[in-house]
């Protein structure tokens, strides 16, 4: 009879407890944050229908979600917000009475330090022409940009937000906004930047979340290039240089290798944004009963810790703390 070799590795698969006891990747309730939207005007919350199970909450919808999600453990939460009135310039976005800075004072009012709260740092939901920054003619302004997003951002901090995450992609803005926070003496106000955001094909869903879709052209020249790694890498480089005290990558499933490279080559605390598209995959798929929706889920969010992200935002927050507490 062949001798079989020394080693069976299936020996340390047989069971469940034998395979949690060797497990190589943890994912526990507080490397998850949520992302949230919250639109002015509205009376009671509306399902987003391009994102089963998500919604564009009220300002009292969305601190009732927040108690919930502090409940379940969840660390803290990145606030999207949708104003009545968009102009050219986005003024809405660093209104002290704007929908983000409402939503701001009424969950730090009702939960005080129970969540950590990050608002989302943009003009594309703000603009009647959907992009990211101020355009002059067809072209996005960068400088002039930059001065904005100082604007929000300290607007931000004054409504109580912990983390400011600028996401447009502008040249110096982590610089332009921690000059600006410091100025406003918000010291101990974070910067989460995305910090290589790539321009991909799967955000769909949230500029339909958002209101956000760009009336002209597209977003290629200030988003990076989804065949480029060493491209990405520098521009984290910058935004740590800048002052970001969190690097994010997004997407997260399509750039695995940049969130590896990422974390391996900086050290930094590091996030990842599981977007909209990849969640709504997996929700139509689960719906078709293509795919096991929970199973799926953990397998995702389980294989974006493994390429290093110690923060994942995901629509699959609630769900997926929900089974980590509960089984």
């Known amino acids: 009879m062949t001798r079989f070799p020394q080693h069976r590795l299936r020996r340390l698969r047989r069971t469940d407890r034998v395979r949690e006891m060797i497990g190589e990747t943890t994912l526990q309730v507080h490397h998850l944050i949520a992302p949230l939207f919250v639109k002015e005007g509205l009376s009671r919350p509306v399902e987003i229908e391009a994102m089963p199970g998500q919604h564009q909450h009220t300002v009292s919808s969305l601190v009732e979600t927040c108690g919930e999600l502090a409940e379940l453990g969840l660390p ?166 800048e002052g970001a005290d969190i690097v994010m990558v997004k997407p997260a499933l399509p750039y695995l290798d940049v969130l590896a490279r990422v974390k391996a080559t900086f050290g930094m605390p590091t996030a990842a944004y599981h977007v909209s598209g990849e969640y709504a995959m997996l929700r139509a798929a689960a719906a078709r009963g293509w795919i096991e929706e929970q199973p799926a889920m953990m397998e995702v969010l389980h294989a974006i810790r493994r390429a290093g992200a110690d923060l994942i935002l995901t629509y699959f927050a609630r769900a997926a703390a929900a089974r980590l507490r509960h089984g």
């Open 76 to 241: 803290a939460v990145m606030l999207f917000g949708i104003p009545a009135r968009k102009d050219s310039e986005g003024t809405a976005a660093w209104d002290p009475e704007g929908i983000v800075q409402q939503a701001l004072r009424a969950v730090r009012g009702e939960l005080g330090d129970g969540l950590v709260l990050i608002g989302d740092l943009c003009l594309c939901e703000y603009t009647d022409h959907g992009h990211c920054g101020l355009v002059r003619g067809t072209v996005v302004d960068n400088d002039a940009t930059l001065e904005a997003y100082a604007r929000i951002a300290g607007s931000y901090a004054v409504a109580g937000a912990d983390f400011v995450a600028p996401s447009g992609m502008m040249d110096g803005q982590v610089g332009a906004i921690r000059r600006a926070l410091d100025a406003g003496e918000h010291q101990d106000v974070g910067i989460l930047a995305y910090a290589a955001k790539y321009a991909s094909a799967l955000y769909g869903p949230f500029r339909h979340a958002a209101e956000s879709r760009p009336r002209f052209g597209d977003r290629r020249g200030y988003q990076l290039d989804p065949r480029n790694v060493d491209e990405a890498l520098r521009e984290v480089r910058l935004d740590i240089d």
